[in-house]
């Protein structure tokens, strides 16, 4: 008896791109990150300012930071700032230096873009000459390693804090294996989370059980 090949599954479709004006629900989000961006701009410190969003594919997670990457971009009747970093779209590995200074100079040029000329330089001039020697430093020694780069976009961010609200938006971490994700947690978002001063959002599709504990220590 002939046999028929076996159907192969379906994919699921593609996620449609956010648009704004399809935009909707996720209320109690949109909520708890006000209530965060708005005690960063009362100058009090904010109030575990890291949130985690995990979930399967296709719930939305993509829309909302791209929903409040647009919400909080720099505006004249608001001191905020939002930086988003997709990592579906950008290459990154610990182990490779280059893309790792990639990272950090293209959130620092999108800083730039967002600020009114000057502004950076105005409140963090030391901390961005530092982090631009540093960046040409390590493209002039091959065995120099991003690792102090990562220290000085860290004061970087927290001098701008003084200006504005940094929100810091990491999308689609769950394509970064255990090692570089490892060191974007050690190197960026934990030192930076200490503050207290800047909003860090990290979606992925694994929950982080570890993660409990540091939001208690926080509360602590």
Known sequence: MDRYPP??????????????????????????????????????????????IWGIRGMGKSWLMRHLDALYRFKPDEATVSILVDFSKSQFSHWVPSTITDLLQAVVDDIRIQLPEGKLQDVAQSELSAFQSELEEIGQDS????????????????????????????????ILDEDDFFWLESHLIEPIVRTDRVVVVVAGRKEIPRWREFGARQRL
């Open 143 to 174: 065995k120099r390693t991003p690792t102090h780069l990562s220290e000085t976009f860290v004061a970087l961010i927290c001098q701008l804090s003084r200006a504005v609200v940094p929100l810091l938006l990491f999308d689609t971490t769950e």
């Open 7 to 52: 159907i192969p599954p379906e994919l699921p479709p593609e996620p449609e791109g956010y648009n704004p004006d399809y935009f909707a629900n996720r209320r109690y989000e949109l909520r708890l990150i006000r209530r965060k961006v708005d005690e960063g701009l009362t100058k009090q410190p904010i109030i575990e300012p890291l949130v985690h």
